[in-house]
């Protein structure tokens, strides 16, 4: 069984930075790819970044070049680095994963950007 949890949300103003954290619990954390989805009040959850299991990593063209998504295959934890963050940033973001026909998410963790 897989688990998800993330955190590092919180408040922060314009061109600042937010590191945020998905602790992933079950078995063969590097086997999978991983995703990090927003998702704003009143819009579709959207797919923000992706790392694969071999360490190829993809982003939506609103966040390339200010968004970084990593992993730690130790430590069993992806992370998404954001800088230059932007109000249109503000969303509950979300860790992804899955595994044949089971989809698995984490509770989710606030970011807002806002002077």
């Known amino acids: 069984q897989v688990q998800l949890v993330e955190s590092g949300g919180g408040l922060v103003h314009p061109g600042g930075s937010l590191r945020l954290s998905c602790a992933f619990s079950?078995?063969?954390?590097?086997?999978?790819?991983m995703d990090w989805y927003r998702q704003a009040p009143g819009e579709q959850r959207e797919l923000v970044a992706a790392?694969?299991?071999?360490?190829?990593?993809t982003y939506a063209d609103s966040v390339k070049g200010r968004f970084t998504i990593s992993r730690d295959n130790v430590k069993n934890t992806v992370y998404l680095q954001m800088n230059l963050l932007k109000p249109e940033d503000t969303a509950v973001y979300y860790c992804?994963?899955?595994?044949?026909?089971?989809?698995?998410w984490g509770q989710g963790t606030q970011v807002t950007v806002s002077s």
């Open positions: 790392v694969t299991s071999a360490g190829i990593t």
């Open positions: 992804q994963t899955a595994w044949g026909t089971r989809d698995y």
């Open positions: 079950g078995r063969a954390f590097s086997r999978y790819t």
